[in-house]
């Protein structure tokens, strides 16, 4: 039986709690108000694109006759893949001249838009890719699951990775940032084999996330749920007979989303589209059907940032120095310093450039990694895509939310 005063305790809490949650909704809507404001203001887009086929996003790794006979592919593509898509189905649909394009972009009336050869992408901004689902005739948008994130699968649960009380004490070049280690949870009432959480979740996952609550081991979307891998062979064949050519066969990896599931992202700086139509994505430039939808209710940093808060990146960034900029000061005003970082391998990125042919490969901070930081003063952060090739964020790269460290992390 329960005492008087535990009863009153209980109630306290109760309402304590309630008190927390409408203060957190009163706070998300002045968010999203002030985000759809933007919009509103802006000649962004939203769009969805699902598969109408197969669609193929090589890997990066060099694909030539007699070096290699297998063409791995990556999925999501990357913002690199968008572009070109996107800045494609602009220059297809409009009525310029493509050999005159070709030889001198400058001159053409889409210039301004798109830009021209190599890094030269116009007014064209974007946002993403990322993913999304459909349920009940809504689109709703996924994100990698941050890095610090653990499940066990045994006993149904998600954990957060803690930062350390003490720095770290290696032999580190940098000893004045004074990093600290992320420990997994002590627990000590079970014996448990944690696993790094992985997949995608939904946008109100995420939210929940960067508000210091954990989503459930359901709300984690693996790989496997959204899409497979679909080997197949291809052989070179004489132009004129139409017969095989010796010593050209290979294998090529094509990417099959399952139903429902579609690429997402914005962009802007472009005259709008029409509500839906067709488009060439990813290698064969194999079809993509594309809605224009309503924008979703994103996420606006705080202003100005709290004293302790964590940088989630949505997007894959490229830094000069490997997983950190030369200076984060670029993109915050005042005096912050990293204490801690979760980041999955690098993801390694190259490709094809029209004017310099090969890219090099170069590795990148991996979209869901999470970096944490103290602040001194009044801080904000700029809005820029956090990245230390301008270009490269002007096409996706380097997307992150910001918001408060967890109190109890």
Known sequence: MTTKSQRKRRRR???????????????LTARQANFVDNLLDSDGMRLVIEPSDTWLF??????????DHW???RFPPTPLTIQGVIRSKILLDSDTDLRAYAENPSETAIYAQI??????????????????????????????????????QEY??????????????????HPSENLRPLYPPNLQDQASNLTPAGGWIAEESLRAYLEGRLPEPEHIVSPGEIYEREPRIIIGLERQTRRPRP???????MVRLRPDWALDLEISGVPPWKSQGYLGIGGEARAGYYQVRPPTLSFASPEPLPSRFVLYFATPTWFQNGWRPGNWGKWFSGKI???????????????????????????????????????E??????????????????IGFGQVFIDQWPQNN
């Open 13 to 27: 809490r109760e309402k304590r709690k309630q008190r927390k949650a409408v203060k957190r909704q009163q706070r």
């Open 58 to 67: 090589r890997d990066g790794k060099p694909f030539r006759a007699g070096e």
């Open 71 to 73: 063409a791995g592919s």
């Open 115 to 152: 830009g021209g050869k190599g890094r030269d992408y116009g007014a064209l901004k974007i946002r993403g890719p990322y993913l999304a689902h459909k349920k009940n005739a809504e689109w709703t948008r996924y994100y990698p699951a941050p890095a610090d994130l653990l499940c066990d």
């Open 156 to 173: 149904g649960k998600i954990y957060r990775l803690t930062v350390g009380e003490s720095p770290i004490i290696a032999n580190w070049p």
């Open 247 to 253: 010593q050209l066969l290979a294998g090529v990896e």
């Open 337 to 375: 310093s990293l204490v801690a970082a979760a980041i999955n391998r690098p993801e390694r990125i190259g490709g094809w450039d029209i004017v310099k042919g090969e890219k090099p490969m170069r590795g990148y901070v991996p979209a869901g990694s999470i970096y944490y930081f103290e602040s």
């Open 377 to 394: 003063g009044e801080v904000s952060y700029n809005g820029e895509p956090v990245t230390d090739d301008p270009a490269e964020g002007q």
